[in-house]
C-alpha cells in the first residue's frame, strides 16, 4: 500500500508560480498529477515514469508546468508558472503501474491540496 501526501498549494496571483510536492510512502512506476476544477470532474495534468524519462503534460499546461520526481523517485513534484485563474482547482497527486492520462488507471491518490489563481 502506498500513501501519497500532497502539499504547497495556495493562493497566488495571476501570472505567479507555485510548485506542488508529493511525497509517496513507497515505490511507483508512474506518478501523476490530476486536478478537479469547481464544479468540474477530475481531469490529468501531467504524468511522469519512475526514472523521469518520459512525461506528459496536458494541452491546457503545456509550456507552463513541469511534472519531475526527486529523492529517489519517492518525491514528485508539479512546478506551476505563469498561472491563470482557469488553473483553479483542487490538485491530486496519484500512482500506479501504468503510464495513462486517465484517472482509473492510478491506484494510489492523495488528498488533495487547493490552488487559487485570483485575476
Known amino acids: 500500500q502506498v500513501q501519497l501526501r500532497e502539499s504547497g498549494g495556495g493562493l497566488v496571483q495571476a501570472g505567479g508560480s507555485l510548485r506542488l510536492s508529493c511525497a509517496a510512502s513507497?515505490?511507483?512506476?508512474?506518478a501523476a498529477w490530476f486536478r478537479q476544477p469547481p464544479g468540474n470532474e477530475r481531469e490529468f495534468v501531467a504524468s511522469?515514469?519512475?526514472?523521469?524519462?518520459?512525461?506528459s503534460y496536458a494541452d491546457s499546461v503545456k509550456g507552463r508546468f513541469t511534472i519531475t520526481r526527486g529523492n529517489g523517485a519517492n518525491m514528485v513534484y508539479l512546478q506551476m508558472n505563469s498561472l491563470k485563474p482557469e488553473d483553479t482547482a483542487i490538485y491530486y497527486c496519484?500512482?500506479?503501474?501504468?503510464?495513462?492520462?486517465?484517472?482509473?488507471?492510478?491506484?494510489?491518490w492523495g488528498q488533495g491540496t487547493q490552488v487559487t489563481v485570483s485575476s
Open positions: 496519484a500512482a500506479g503501474n501504468q503510464l495513462s492520462t486517465m484517472s482509473a488507471r492510478y491506484d494510489y
Open positions: 513507497g515505490r511507483t512506476f508512474t
Open positions: 511522469i515514469l519512475r526514472n523521469g524519462g518520459i512525461t
